[in-house]
């Protein structure tokens, strides 16, 4: 079964603190795994996909095949990085490609 | 934002009516999508379209319909609205150009009382 798990609803953290959302997945193919971000009220933005290796506002993110894991990490919270993020896979079919999503984090960065 | 824009925003509407949202994209694009975003649950797709007249149903499809016309705009219908239908909707639309990322419409806020 193709499925992405996070397991936190909600993840509290103190300005300049290490932040570390978890994501585990379930895909029987390669993975292609994103993290997307939502600020209060606004749309989804792609934060990061593991293909590209990059660090967008400081996060990064390491695809762990072993552990069917792509956790997000931040080195220190900014109190801005408040928002909810979700992580996604991608599920191939053809005509079928579609984004498969987690329950989301929401990250709160007390000052 | 991908040219991507929906209508309404806001709808406050009654159980029983027919409703339906627009997602208006710029970018001629040819896969779109249809989810509904609800606490606990995340973002579930409804319905996609990989073309013109060319739709299928996602996982959550039951008490929805989509037409797509032309390339530009993809339509959601809920047929009989009920209340377990308030959620956020959103569109988003597959970019193939470059790394297949799909990007989001604003969203619209839909309450069936």
């Known amino acids: 079964a193709q499925r992405v798990t996070q397991p936190e609803k909600l993840l509290s953290v103190f300005k300049g603190a290490p932040v570390e959302l978890k994501c585990n997945y379930s895909y029987s193919g390669s993975p292609e795994l994103f993290w997307y971000v939502q600020y209060s009220r606004q749309r989804l933005q792609l934060l990061l996909r593991?293909?590209s290796r990059e660090s967008i506002k400081g996060f990064t993110a390491d695809l762990n095949k072993g552990e069917t894991s792509f956790h997000l990490k931040k080195p220190f919270a900014q109190e801005e990085d408040s928002a909810m993020y979700y992580c996604a896979l991608y599920a191939y079919g053809g005509a079928t490609n579609k984004l498969i999503f987690g329950t989301g984090t929401l990250l709160a960065v007390q000052p | 934002d991908a040219g991507i824009t929906q209508s309404p925003r806001h709808k406050v509407t009654e159980t029983g009516t027919p409703v339906t949202l627009r997602c208006h994209q710029t970018?001629?694009?040819?896969?779109m999508y249809w989810y509904r975003q609800d606490p606990g649950h995340g973002l579930r797709l409804i319905h996609y379209?990989?073309?013109?007249?060319?739709?299928d149903k996602g996982e959550v499809s039951d008490g929805y319909s989509v037409s797509r016309s032309k390339t530009e705009d993809f339509l959601l219908t809920l047929e009989s609205a009920t209340s377990s239908q308030t959620s956020v909707y959103f569109c988003a639309i597959r970019d193939t150009s470059g790394g297949d990322e799909q990007y989001f419409g604003p969203g619209t806020r839909l309450t069936v009382t």
């Open positions: 379209s990989y073309g013109v007249k060319d739709t």
């Open positions: 593991h293909i």
């Open positions: 970018e001629n694009h040819r896969y």
